[in-house]
């Protein structure tokens, strides 16, 4: 069941990509180069993922347990700054970089762009199975019962709400995971953005949204994949 998932987020993001790069030549066209960037992006909170796990794996078995603590902690901050990047492939459901006079058919360019928002979707709900995996990991040890607790519930929705949150800055105010390297102006170009009269009922409707969507698309997707290793588990403890 895991192994599906992680073929399928591999599949789809390849399909997109050969779809954007395939437009040019196809078609007479320019490759438009920020779908590009944008799916590089969304691989960035599973790359920081993995080198965090790396890191802290060292640490643990050299027995550098505070090493290994500020790794998790510093870890954690980078993965969730990054997460909105694989999430805000949705986004691109807008048909922007279409131009006037391309030869591209319509229906081209509506399958990549929803390749390129699933592609998103998929990095998304993966990156948080796979955080919930490992702190389940390192708190409770090996067993899956946890995955289904009110905690691991908690924990998923927050991030969500989080990465919803972070697309919208990220669509509307243009901001970036690096911009906040500078808190202080990242925090003031937010906040006056929010005062603009509507900008926060704005801000909020689409949060709330997202974060339905994302957590549908979680419980469609990873869903199963709990039930079977809490079933699993079950079976071998029986």
């Given at each position: 069941m895991?192994?599906?998932?992680l073929?399928?987020?591999v ?6 990509v050969?779809?954007v790069v395939?437009r040019?030549p196809?078609?007479?066209t320019r490759?438009?180069?920020p779908?590009?960037w944008n799916?590089a ?5 599973l790359f920081?993922l993995?080198?965090a ?10 027995g ?10 510093v870890?954690?901050?980078?993965w969730l700054?990054m997460?909105p990047?694989?999430a805000?492939l949705v ?5 922007n970089?279409?131009r006037?006079g391309?030869?591209?058919?319509e229906?081209?360019d509506?399958?990549?762009?929803l390749?390129?928002?699933m592609s ?5 709900v993966l990156?948080v199975?796979?955080?919930q995996v490992?702190y389940?990991?390192?708190r409770f ?12 519930r908690?924990?998923g929705g927050?991030v ?11 669509r ?10 500078r ?13 603009t ?5 704005n801000?909020?409707?689409f949060?709330?949204?997202a ?10 997707i990873?869903g199963?994949?709990i039930e079977g ?8 403890g029986?």
């Amino acid at each position: 069941m895991l192994q599906s998932l992680l073929i399928g987020v591999v599949a789809l993001f390849t399909l997109a990509v050969v779809l954007v790069v395939a437009r040019g030549p196809l078609f007479g066209t320019r490759i438009y180069r920020p779908m590009l960037w944008n799916l590089a992006l969304s691989l960035a909170p599973l790359f920081v993922l993995f080198v965090a796990m790396v890191l802290w794996a060292v640490a643990t078995a050299l027995g550098a347990y505070v090493v290994a603590g500020t790794v998790v902690a510093v870890g954690a901050v980078a993965w969730l700054l990054m997460l909105p990047n694989a999430a805000y492939l949705v986004t691109e459901l807008n048909l922007n970089h279409r131009r006037p006079g391309e030869k591209v058919p319509e229906w081209y360019d509506v399958l990549s762009v929803l390749v390129l928002a699933m592609s998103g979707v998929l990095t998304t709900v993966l990156n948080v199975f796979v955080v919930q995996v490992e702190y389940m990991v390192v708190r409770f040890g090996d067993t899956a019962a946890p995955l289904v607790s009110t905690e691991m519930r908690v924990m998923g929705g927050v991030v969500l709400v989080l990465v919803s949150f972070g697309v919208w800055m990220g669509r509307n105010i243009r901001v970036n995971s690096w911009d906040v390297l500078r808190p202080w102006r990242f925090a003031a170009r937010v906040l006056a953005h929010l005062r603009t009269q509507g900008t926060a009922l704005n801000a909020l409707g689409f949060t709330v949204v997202a974060t339905l969507f994302f957590a549908t698309m979680y419980l469609v997707i990873v869903g199963p994949v709990i039930e079977g290793l809490v079933l699993i588990e079950a079976l071998r403890g029986g």
